[in-house]
């Protein structure tokens, strides 16, 4: 059995966005797989969905509700997981398979190479994969003093790659950026949607635009920002169409 967990809170992503990553994993697996959903809504999600409550931490206010939450994850017991499993974030397209992500150096912690930190040894937490329990006393030191190591390290996937020796990246191509990786430059992007990789599996969508946003061919701007109307423009691709929606 193979395990994927993500985490849902607040009001930014609804319970669809639950339902398609699992639906979308199925269809990307060929082994059996299980999606575990960490969240405080359990509302019209997928009875196939295994929901748990988040897991408790200690936060400053200031970022309780940011990726910081994801420190959660690294505590053990973690409910009754065990082993490596698969943490996606749920704002991303999955557009190939995902056995491979569980066969890929097992026991190791994998996680994307941070796509504006290329060469500095900085992972990107849109899609990681942990053994539960190994690394608990990263979680363990956090808790002592979550604001000494937050303001320190600003993002919690700095501190974990700071702090796990045993990291190790995917490979390139499996895990692309839509902003940083796909989208054409301008002005190129008014006319022509992101190509897809063949051998991507992941795309991740950090900040704007979201998949929906793609999807409907709109990169939403604030009224304050008007200005970035002219270079914030994109078309929509065949393949989030096939794997979003």
Known sequence: MQTIICMKWGSRYGHEYVNR???????????????????DDTSNIDKNVICKPLPKISLPDSIAFTPWRKMSLWQYPLYDLQGDVLFLDLDLVIT????????????????IENWTQIGENIGNTS????????????FEKFQKDPEKYWKKYHIEQVYLSKKIKDQAFWPNEWCKSFKHNLLPR????????????????????????????????????????????LYKQLKTPQWILDNWL
């Open 186 to 229: 301008w002005p190129l992007r008014i006319w022509k949607p992101a190509k897809l990789p063949k051998e991507t599996s992941i795309v991740a969508f950090t900040g704007k635009p979201d998949p929906d946003d793609v999807v409907n061919g709109k990169w939403p701007i604030k009224n304050s920002q008007i200005y970035k109307k």
């Open 96 to 111: 190939g398979n995902l056995d491979r992500f569980f066969n890929f150096k097992p026991g190791f912690y994998c996680v």
């Open 127 to 138: 899609c990681f994969r942990f053994t539960v329990g190994k690394h608990s006393s990263i």
């Open 21 to 39: 990553l699992y639906k979308s994993i199925k269809k990307h697996t060929r082994r059996k797989t299980q999606l575990h959903c960490f969240t």
